[in-house]
């Protein structure tokens, strides 16, 4: 498929989500069945430009769950925070939503938590480049394979916040990305992974931290300063298979500074 078809090209899961969305805005099944033909013509059209919006600008669209939330609301009083659950239970997609909250600065009517006004300099980093693809950069951007350019935009980062013009990649991954900020700025986003040497780190002033999966402790304890100097944000969404170290330890214990979220 070309780039200039699949762009244009609308999965069926968001046909079938924006149906159902245009079905209850309707007031049912049973009022969709008294439309005449022209209005039944003007809510499939309707429903093409709602699916397409739904694909590329799924931030838009984001219904947290209720611990999503908590996880969400824990930013405008802690700097450094956990989300601890079993694997597939939506932990990356809180982390990787707010992210992408924070890097558009579009935030939800009734936002709670951490908020910044201007563009922020972001680094998310997983355990090995492949990780970091299939899980931060998948979920933010909407491709774990850069060369995959028609997916770009499906992720929780809209489409029309991207420069691709922006993109600096190795292989499959994207290794550097600036986003359109509301306030009229641009956002840095970064990626890595923890089997980099800690002293590539030095130099770095960031506003946010993601962290996908239990970092070791000399590597989370460097980004953290990283964090001082800009008064940034540390989020971590693990799984705890390492056993209770350090780093875990700190947001079980709900030290200073630290608080969690556990789900299950």
Known sequence: MAKSEASDYIQPIYKQRALKHLVKLAGGKSVIKELAPEQLKAMQVARNAIAKDMQFNALKWFRPFPYQQKFFDTGVTHTRRGMIAANRSGKTIASTYEAAM??????????????????????????????????????????????QGYK???????????????????????????????????????FSNYTQQVRHLQGFELDLIVLDEQPP???????????????????????????????????????????HVRVG
């Not at 558009?104 to 009517?109: A, D, F, I, N, S």
């Open 152 to 190: 770009l935009g499906t992720g929780s980062i809209p489409k029309d916040a991207i420069d691709e013009k922006s993109i600096r990649t190795d292989g499959a991954n994207v290794l550097a990305i600036e986003i359109k900020h509301s306030s009229g700025g641009k956002s840095k986003l970064y």
């Open 102 to 147: 924070h890097l558009t600065g579009r935030y939800p009517k009734g936002w709670k938590g951490k908020k910044w006004d201007q563009p922020i300099i972001a680094m998310c980093s997983g355990e090995s480049w492949e990780q970091v693809a299939k899980t931060l950069q998948s979920k933010l951007l909407g491709c774990d394979d850069i060369k």
């Open 217 to 259: 402790d000399e590597t989370f304890s460097e980004l953290v300063v990283r964090t001082a100097a800009r008064n940034g944000q540390v989020m971590c969404s693990f799984t705890p298979l390492k056993g209770m170290s350090g780093l875990v330890r700190k947001f079980w214990d709900n030290i200073e500074g630290y608080t």
